[in-house]
């Protein structure tokens, strides 16, 4: 840990939570997370899954994925297997998954095996080599959890690797602007700078947790640099799901700013 580390708020989930600055160390921050995830992790965070991209857009109003039916899908961060099992539902032709946590690429077979479905699921950062074939799936999607690589360059780069001609990347993230503002006395006040970059650490519930909050723009340049071509960006909530939680802090947050972004890009 920087032993210059400053104490700082930051958002995660809905909430304001104490935080600290860390450096940047691939292999401890690796740990921490899958240490997170290995316990504490959905019960603290919760599981965020298909049909929905996170809070307040969902599958089945944007159809950024369509018609599934036959085609190779590959999940970055699987979690516990809902949205692989949403898939296969939807006769994919094959599920494959990948996660930092044993624990929850355990939970993803069983789940999957409970609803008669399997994927082939491997245990692995998202940054890392670890097997997935290259130029063979259709889809590759992700749920809030391209957000937790250290190398989000790197890690598109593989992603458009593992795709075929044509394909597509979707994936959802906390929206950046959401992790700069909180609500006080029915008012939205900043609290972080947009542009912070830098990466943190915070304790939930005794676990640990250490992520970055990145840019918009450093999405969309780590994108155009893998090669891809974005086709669609959605960050507005849809009504529908606002007015389900009308009466929530975060639901009246959601609707004065962006709280969730999902990004559809192809690759050529």
């Excluded at 995660?12 to 240490?35: P, Q």
């Excluded at 996660?99 to 095996?113: F, V």
Aim: overall charge negative; charged content about 25%.
């Amino acid at each position: 840990m920087d032993k210059n580390a400053v104490h700082r708020t930051n958002i995660i989930g809905g909430s304001e939570v104490a935080a600290l600055s860390v450096d940047m160390d691939k292999r401890v921050i690796h740990e921490t997370n899958s240490l997170f995830w290995d316990t504490k992790g959905t019960e603290v965070l919760g599981a965020t899954s298909l049909p929905f991209y996170g809070a307040f857009i969902s599958e089945d109003s944007c159809r950024l994925l369509g018609d599934v039916s036959g085609k190779r899908m590959l999940e970055i961060g699987c979690g516990s297997g809902h949205s692989l099992q949403y898939l296969g539902k939807r006769n994919a032709s094959e599920l494959w998954g990948m996660d930092i946590s044993e624990n929850q690429i355990e939970k993803t077979r069983e789940y999957l095996k409970a609803h008669g479905l399997s994927a082939k699921l491997i245990c692995s950062p998202m940054e890392e080599e670890c097997g997935i074939p290259e130029h063979y799936f259709d889809v590759v999607y992700s749920v809030y959890a391209v957000g937790w690589t250290t190398d989000l360059e790197g890690t598109f780069g593989r992603i458009a690797a593992y795709l075929k001609k044509d394909g597509a990347f979707i994936f959802s993230w906390s929206h950046p602007i959401h992790k700069c503002v909180v609500e006080e006395n029915n008012t939205l006040v900043f609290k972080k700078c947009y542009f912070d970059e830098s990466w943190y650490s915070s304790s939930l519930d005794e676990s640990t947790l250490t992520l970055s909050d990145r840019t918009l723009s450093t999405y969309v340049n780590a994108l155009a640099q893998a090669g891809f071509v974005i086709e669609r960006m959605i960050e507005q909530s849809e009504e529908e799901l606002l007015q389900a939680h009308n009466n929530s802090t975060f639901a009246q947050k959601a609707k004065m700013l962006p709280v969730t972004f999902v990004i559809k890009a192809r690759k050529p």
